[in-house]
């Protein structure tokens, strides 16, 4: 198992995402999970302030989160909801939400519920999110801390919502990862911070492929490769 943590912006989903498909492994999105609830909060008109309301929602939702690298199946109570947990909305409120304690409980377990099963049936998984080395698999035996500057986050962050046709300004996507990364870090239960035993692996100068390259080194130097399926595709 790899755990990917990091803040929004350092590639994170891309990197974790191709480094499955490199190992063969299975994918977790959890910042993904935490999207899916603070989309039922919203729908629910709960207020963002109200912790007790918030994780009454957060227990009443059907979660639907696919495991394959290729296809991020997102689903609330059946509903395909890919693209609507990418947009403004959910991205402004997801850090209230995902500081409320019983929802990360909650989130937390399903997590792991996820992990053993994948690792059972596919024998390897890259998990992403915030708190993943630190709280969700204290054990992993690889674990990444993706770092970049706010700047280049900020610039990749923009792109993306342009790409995805959502409206975008380099200074405004740079206060919302300013905030974010403020929020994510301060906050009280699991903020985000890198584990003691985690590789911190700077992505500002690196495209994708050479982080995928400096990773999948260090996955096979901690023999997370033996008898891997992708193995032989190295
Ligand atoms: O990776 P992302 O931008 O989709 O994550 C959305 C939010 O969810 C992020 O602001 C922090 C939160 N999150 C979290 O608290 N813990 C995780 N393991 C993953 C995400």
Redesign the pocket.
């Known amino acids: 198992m790899v755990a990917m ?1 990091g803040p ?1 912006g350092t590639g ?2 891309t990197v974790s995402r191709k480094l499955a498909t490199k190992l063969g492994a299975g994918y977790l ?7 899916m609830v ?1 989309l039922a909060v919203l729908r629910a008109g709960v207020d963002l302030a109200d912790a007790v309301a918030i994780a009454d929602v957060a227990r009443k939702t059907e979660l639907g989160i696919g495991t394959s690298p290729d296809e991020a199946a997102v689903t609330l109570a059946g509903e395909d909801v890919a693209a609507e ?2 947009g403004a909305d959910v ?1 402004t409120a ?2 209230p ?3 409320v304690p019983a929802v ?1 409980e909650l ?2 377990a399903r ?1 792991r519920e996820i992990i053993d099963e994948v690792l059972g049936r596919v024998g390897g998984i890259v998990v ?5 080395g630190t ?2 698999s204290p054990d992993a035996p690889l674990k990444i801390f993706l770092t970049a500057s706010a700047e280049v986050r900020a610039a990749r962050r923009s792109a993306q919502d342009s790409a995805a046709g959502r409206e975008s300004t380099h200074a405004v996507a740079k206060a919302a990862v300013e905030r ?1 990364d403020r ?2 870090s301060t ?1 009280a239960a ?1 903020p ?1 911070r890198a584990a003691e035993d985690a590789v911190e692996v700077d992505t500002s100068q690196l495209d994708i492929d050479q982080v995928i390259v400096a990773l999948a080194e260090l996955a096979l130097h901690r023999g997370l490769l033996e008898g891997c399926p992708a193995e032989a595709a190295r």
């Open positions: 943590d929004s994170k989903s999105d959890t910042g993904a999970m935490y999207r603070t947990i990418r991205t997801v850090s939400v995902s500081a990360r989130l937390v997590q992403e999110g915030r708190d993943i709280v969700v974010r929020l994510d906050r699991s985000l």
